[in-house]
Each structure stands twice: as C-alpha cells, then as structure tokens.
C-alpha cells in the first residue's frame, strides 16, 4: 500500500514541474537561511548592562528584517518538505510522524525568532536610556526571554531533526526507490542523530555562529531531498 501511494502521487502529475519546483524552494531556500543567519545582528563589546540594552534596542529594524526573512525561509522550506512526503507516500506513518514533527519544529522555531526579532528589541526601545535600577529590571527580563528563546530554538531543532530520521526511514524502507536515493536516507539518519546529539548532550548555547553550524548540518539532508525531487520520475523506479 505505501508502495502504491508512492507510485500515486507521482503519477498523479502530468510533468515533474512541481517536483522540479519544490527542489529549487528547498536549494534556494537553504542557501538564503545562511545568508540571513550570517547578517544576524549581535551585541558587541557591551560596557553596562545600559549599553546592551541599547545595542538591542538599536537593532530593532535589522532584527525585524532577519528574523521575518528566516519564518519566511523556512515556511518554504516546510512546503518543499510536504512535496517530499507526497513522494514518500503521505499515508505511510513514518511519513506522516516527519510532517508532523518538522511542522512542530517549524512552529518552534517561529515562535523563537518572534520572540528574538520582534519582542526582544520592541521590549528594549520602550526601555532605551532609562535610568540604571529600570535597566538593569529590563536587562533581567531580557535574560528570562533569551532562556525562553534557547528552550524554544533547541526544541524546534529536535523536532526537526525527529522528521529527517523518519523520513530517512521512510525512503530507506520503500523498495520502489532506486539505490541511488534509498542512500541519501544515511544523510538524513546523521543529519538527525547528530543534531540531536548536540543539542541533548552538550551545553551549547545557541547564536547566530553555533546556527549556523547545526543547520549546515541539516543542510546536507535539504540538499539530498531537492536532488531526489529534481529527478522524481527516476528516483521511483
């Protein structure tokens, strides 16, 4: 049945245009998370608490700007990933399990970066020069938010990492794909396994640098599910 419903969603389309489409989404998507991660905006060499909370509330519109391109990235990304699980075999449970998770972690994540782009730097302007005990009550709030972000960013990232093994398993399982793509699953297994690792078993405090490092991980797997949906028709034997 999950072999059939492979074969199903493929033919139900008269050219592999949208297959096509969703791989250049999820490529091109990628590539402009590292480009928005890269001109995240940081406090630097901060001299009070004063300062870095006027540094923050300094960046206000550079914030707003990175964090919204990113929600939008990644939205694309998640629908690159639906055309995937219709590949897979949508009613396949390991398929469905992986659309469930990475939409959770994508919900995760939105809130993180709602949070971090949004009310973070909106919080700061209302505060911006206030006088030292007002400050240092913001700075503490600011704190408790950025504990709340890390929750929120490592726990979309599990959730992610939870939908590549599932669909690694989903596409390693399903003998109708050609060798070729069945050995892609490996990357997903390792893209999942590895963030997920990282994130449970070592203090990392996530920024813009350790992002970076974690989702060119998850990168790789990105990459191998645009090459599976750029040659769909070839991949299903």
């Known amino acids: 049945m999950s072999n059939q419903s492979s074969l199903s969603s493929l033919s139900s389309l008269s050219s592999p245009a949208p297959y096509r489409r969703a791989a250049i989404v999820i490529a091109g998507s990628t590539l402009l998370v590292f480009l928005a991660l890269a001109i995240h905006p940081q406090v630097s060499n901060p001299h009070s608490v004063s300062d870095i909370v006027n540094q923050v509330a300094s960046h206000a519109m ?5 964090h919204g391109f990113i929600i939008l990235l990644l939205a694309a990304i998640a629908g690159g ?6 590949v897979l075999g949508a009613e396949r449970d390991s398929v469905r399990f992986g659309k469930t998770a ?4 994508y919900g995760a994540m939105t809130a993180a970066m709602l949070f971090d782009g949004f009310v973070t730097p909106i919080f700061a302007q209302l505060y911006a ?15 408790a938010i950025g504990v709340f972000i890390q929750v929120l960013t490592k726990a979309g990232i599990i959730a992610m990492s939870a939908a590549f093994i599932a669909w690694a398993y989903a596409l390693h399982s399903n003998a109708k794909f050609s060798a070729w793509a069945a050995k892609l699953a490996w990357i997903g297994y390792a893209a999942g396994v590895i ?30 599910v645009a090459a599976i949906l750029m040659h769909a028709t070839k991949a299903i034997e």
Not at 133 to 143: A, H, K, M, R
């Open 62 to 66: 550079h914030d707003e700007f990175v």
């Open 81 to 86: 990933f639906s055309i995937f699980s219709d």
């Open 102 to 105: 990475y939409l959770v972690g």
């Open 129 to 143: 020069n206030a006088n030292p005990v007002d400050t240092q009550t913001v700075f503490l709030i600011l704190s």
């Open 195 to 224: 963030s997920i690792g990282v994130i449970l078993f070592f203090s990392v405090i996530l920024g813009p640098h350790s992002l970076i490092a974690i989702f060119a991980v998850h990168a790789i797997w990105n990459f191998s």
